[in-house]
Structures are given as structure tokens and as C-alpha cells.
Nanobody, 128 residues
Framework: VQLVESGGGSVQAGGSLVLSCAAS????????MGWFRQTPEKEREVVAV??????????YYGDSVKGRFTISQDNAKTTVYLQMNSLQPEDTAMYYC?????????????????????WGQGTQVTVS
């Protein structure tokens, strides 16, 4: 699976950005897609995750972004988006797109970075 992020940049506090992740590779290895972020001072943390089931898409958000960020994917599941609103300086980080084939953690615990096997190179988001 290859993941290529785009859309990062600099924005003032209160502003918005949309990140995109173009995903290629076997569909069964992209059953779940997610966005994570990391700064030099903090471990990589989950931002948002999306996966499809019988009842449509299911999403999960990290506590710090709930109500401000929205994850979505196109019908072909080749692109995942992260709409980021009301950005704050603490949202400054390198944002990574991730993919995996399994959602074994569903109902067990929240997803973490160790649950994802494929990663993009990252895109920097800076909020001032």
C-alpha cells in the first residue's frame, strides 16, 4: 500500500485546512484508514480513523479533535480526507496517513499507531 498525503501548510488560529491521502494498493490492506499526528515533544497520537462495515462508514476521533475535525473517504476508497476546522496552535504537528487491513481492536480498545501497517511520509501543519 502506498499513501501520499497533501494539503498541509500554515494557517492562523481559528482557520481550516483539508488534508488528503491518496491510497493505492490491494483493497484488503486498506480496510481501515486513519490520520495520526506527531510532534518532537509527543508520541504519535491518533487523530481520526475510518472504516466501512455493513452499516456504512464508522469513524473514531481522538478526544482533542472531536467536534472540530472530520474524516471521510471517497466511494472508491482511494482517497481519505481530513477536514480540520477551528485549528489551534496545539494542532501543530506532522500529520500522517495510515492504512491497515484489520480492525481487530474494534470493541476492544481505541485504535493506536501500532494497529496500522502502512504509512505515508507525512504533511506538516502549522497553526500560529
Amino acid at each position: 500500500v502506498q499513501l501520499v498525503e497533501s494539503g498541509g501548510g500554515s494557517v492562523q488560529a481559528g482557520g481550516s485546512l483539508v488534508l488528503s491521502c491518496a491510497a493505492s494498493g490491494p483493497a484488503h490492506k486498506k480496510n481501515v484508514m486513519g490520520w495520526f499526528r506527531q510532534t518532537p515533544e509527543k508520541e504519535r497520537e491518533v487523530v481520526a480513523v475510518i472504516y466501512s462495515g455493513y452499516n456504512g462508514d464508522t469513524t473514531y476521533y481522538g478526544d482533542s479533535v472531536k467536534g472540530r475535525f472530520t474524516i471521510s473517504q471517497d466511494n472508491a476508497k482511494t482517497t481519505v480526507y481530513l477536514q480540520m476546522n477551528s485549528l489551534q496552535p496545539e494542532d501543530t504537528a506532522m500529520y500522517y496517513c495510515a492504512a491497515d487491513g484489520s480492525t481487530w481492536w474494534e470493541g476492544v480498545r481505541p485504535p493506536t499507531d501500532v494497529d496500522f501497517g502502512s504509512w505515508g511520509q507525512g504533511t506538516q501543519v502549522t497553526v500560529s
